[in-house]
């Protein structure tokens, strides 16, 4: 049984802890939520990419494939579509990333052609999608940008694009030649001429 002497003080002690809680609630209900994050649908930066190219050789134009292995995305590439995603992404890519299946093919591409040139550790762009099948991509090569048309298509989760490198867009001349001395004998065809040609093919794959 409790002592009628003590029965003021725990009234008086239940008030306040009533008041307490009472004041605390309304406290916590006006505290501000944060605002959650805008949720990106397609980031270019965290998609798989494929970038292959086929460069050339000999008079009778044989084919010698290749890849980089690695490209960053140093601007834009985000979106709540894949378009969206693409259109104005800026990125650069390594040209120490190279991977034609040869390493000692690779070595004289990095030493003789990208090293050759002006500022070309990196090769740096940006994309633009002008309709739903075309677009263009301003590539920085030699201390020189000019543009690369190409056509692409988008499928499910997936962006491909297929386009042509004319590298003397980018004064390259003087590159190619190097190349080509570097690798003379391996460049020639059945007619004894080795050449090295200025054009290369991309086909590129972004998967979301």
Request: aromatic share 10%; glycine share 6%; proline share 3%.
């Amino acid at each position: 049984m409790i002592h009628s002497k003590f029965l003021p003080f725990l009234l008086f002690a239940a008030i306040g802890i009533t008041a307490c809680n009472s004041e605390s609630t309304p406290a916590q209900s006006q505290e501000e939520k944060p605002t959650p994050e805008k949720q990106i649908g397609f980031s270019l930066e965290e998609a798989k990419h494929e970038i292959n190219f086929t460069a050339y050789k000999t008079t009778d134009k044989t084919p010698v494939g290749g890849q980089f292995n690695t490209v960053d995305i140093i601007a834009g590439g985000k979106g709540s579509s894949i378009k969206e995603a693409i259109h104005q992404a800026e990125f650069s890519i390594p040209v120490s990333s190279i991977f034609t299946n040869d390493k000692t093919r690779d070595e004289k591409i990095h030493k003789f052609f990208f090293m050759v040139m002006d500022n070309t550790a990196q090769l740096s762009g940006k994309l633009f999608l002008e309709n739903e099948s075309v677009g263009y991509a301003d590539i920085k090569m030699n201390n020189v940008t000019a543009r690369v048309p190409f056509n692409y298509v988008i499928d499910a989760n997936s962006f491909s694009m297929e386009g042509t490198m004319d590298l003397s867009n980018w004064n390259t001349l003087n590159a190619l030649n190097s190349l080509n001395d570097a690798c003379k004998d391996l460049h020639k065809g059945a007619d004894g001429i080795s050449k090295t040609w200025g054009e290369v093919s991309l086909n590129i794959k972004s998967t979301f």
